[in-house]
């Protein structure tokens, strides 16, 4: 059954250096009756304060998608990656059989402002994995672009049937 929750229902928190807003529990966020969809296990807004971010961390078996809307998230991992995301660039972190990562706010006046999504992989204990893309350079506005997909090529390959679309939409 879908449920739809009303925007200013959706949990928002405020914890000073960022705020989240949480479709699903998630963190300090706990609904036993709105715990996923699915496989869909988050789907999170965060907006960053400068110079801030999420410090390395851990995570295993789950597929984190992240797409930046406003502002420059940089990325660093164990597996040596390191990048930073631009508006509607896009990344996927398969955490598979364990990774540590961080997620950062690199610039010192301006707000980032993402959205990310964990996605249940279709096993356990995959090979850890990283990629991105941008979709900026190729969106059409008011259309929908597909950035990950456990089939369609030309995506971010991820470990589930599922797929994750983009949109620039007109105000």
Known sequence: MIKKIPTEQIYSKNYSWYIARSHFSYGDYVDL?????????ALNEFIIQPDQG???HPHTDMEIISYCVEGELSHDDNMGNSNTLRQGDAQYLCAGSGITHSEMNPSGDRSLRFYQIWILPERKGLTPNYDTRNSSAIAVQNQM?????????????????ANIYVARLES
């Open 33 to 41: 009756q709105n715990e996923r969809f699915g496989v869909l296990k």
């Open 54 to 56: 999420f410090i390395t």
């Open 145 to 161: 672009y597909q950035i990950a997909s456990g089939t369609a090529l030309g995506t971010m390959k991820i470990n589930q049937d």
